[in-house]
């Protein structure tokens, strides 16, 4: 896991590697600070030596600027490392996730992966920082210090031998015990993010069906298991803080008893004022070395949690993958489907889709209609491989839909989906996602064929309008006119709309569907609606029951031969005076 998560570093091996060894300097200066002390004292001071006291006192002020300058050094450093790192670390996650097939997208769920990309890598970087700077300061100083200590008294130094195993063993159960906490509550996260994400998504049926307090409960229900569970993990660190003062205090008590004792008893020959006061600024480097330890192994165990989260995404690896030599250009959009079966969770007994036969001519347009849950989305998502067969094979210009390069079967369909998206941006930049190299006068082109120019123009900055996030401050049918001259724009050889004309009139439907065969003739079109209306001029049209094909023909053919058809083309009309 440490090898997988070190290589997000990468360019900044260097100030990863300058923070530490500031540290060492800073803690060198740091640990011949308390002797310069000793030295002032006993000699400048207690011995009245004015000579000796500037000497000293000079030396002290150029250590602690010294010390000062490295410390500053260290954290700019050591910020700059963290940072990087996580700059890094959520690029490579970002990156493996757009790779990612729908299904491994689906495992994980949007919310979780916005969960680890935020909040698991923060925790990350935090824990980052502390191990680079900290963790290298607290054990340097420990150990330089407790043999600074014994070399003025090995007596005094074995009162920290007892603080230590007290405060190991206090640690070790405060880490251990702690750590099941932080994976439950990381997990808890994912789904208040859901919560959060689902109400923004949907904002507008919330307060259509005044819904708010119902959310407002389901937000406080989320955030009352994240404070329980927090709740529980934090009591047990608290733990840690109370347990490290007692040994501070008692380990200062002891010294101050029994040095001063010495001092008093000896006549300072054993021990002199400014070594107690050397070994008690050693005390407090060696105390709090040990409670900087103790908070970065709490750090680290809220990171280790995430730190398990953040390589899952980065482990995952796509279900769809490119073949060995794949094949790189398509000839044709012709589409043959062989008794094609699909499910989403890989398993034969539970297929949405099942025996599916069927074959498309390249430049000819199919229509597909069928009731909610037949089947459509799914067949339709087989072509540009978002998922891929279960048994069965599709195949497009002759050549299995497997055996194509994954960027070249997808360049050559475009697909229009249930779910219109528009990113936040200009139109004009909104459109280019289909051509990013496509001229002012191909934008136009393609908003004519798909009947968006006429509503575009009307805007005050026309092609330059902005969007906003969602494509909000646009109608649904203006968003799915944008999205079907987005697709045209790819010049696609094959051009999916899955019930993509739902919130256009019926006219403007029809003026879209005459473009299309006027248009883009050589182009296959596969047409998914609802309305008969959009799909009965096509040169076949199937009917999808329960995941099957229910009938295939043309309208006249289907009319007369399925009943299902006839039965939705009758309610469809019912009350027409054409009929």
Known sequence: MIKKLARSVREYKFVSLMTPLCV???VIIDIIIPFTMAKMIDTGISGGNQAALVRYGTMLIVCVLLGLTFGVLSGGFCAAASAGFAKNLRKDMYYKIQNYSFANIDKFSASSIVTRLTTDVTNVQNAYMMIIRVAVRAPLMLVFSLAASFTISVKLSFIFFIAIPVLGIGLYLVVTRSH???????NIYDDLNGVVEENLTGIRVVKSFVREKFEIKKFAGVSEKIYKTFSKAEGIVAYNAPLMQFCVYMCLLL???????????????ELTTGQLTSLIAYAMNILNCLMMLSMVMVMINMARASSERIVEILDEESSLKNRENPVCEMKNGEIIFKNVGFSYVDDKDKECLKNISLTVKSGSTLGIIGGTGSGK????????????VTEGSIEIGGVDVRDYDLFTLRNEVAVVLQKNVLFSGTIKENLRWGNKNASDEEIIHACKLAQADSFVETFPRKYNTYIEQGGTNVSGGQKQRLCIARALLKKPKILILDDSTSAVDTKTDAMIRKAFREEIPDTTKIIIAQRISSVEDADCIIVMEGGKIN???THEELLENNAIYKEIYESQTKGDDRH
């Not at 099941?180 to 990381?186: D, W």
């Not at 989305?377 to 891929?388: E, G, K």
């Open 255 to 269: 010294l101050c008893w029994f040095g001063a004792k010495a001092i008093v008893s000896t006549g300072a020959t």
């Open 377 to 388: 989305t799914s067949l339709v998502q087989l072509i540009p491989r978002l998922y891929d």
């Open 551 to 553: 009938g295939c023909g």
């Open 180 to 186: 099941p906490y932080f994976e439950k509550v990381f």
């Open 24 to 26: 060492i300097l800073e």
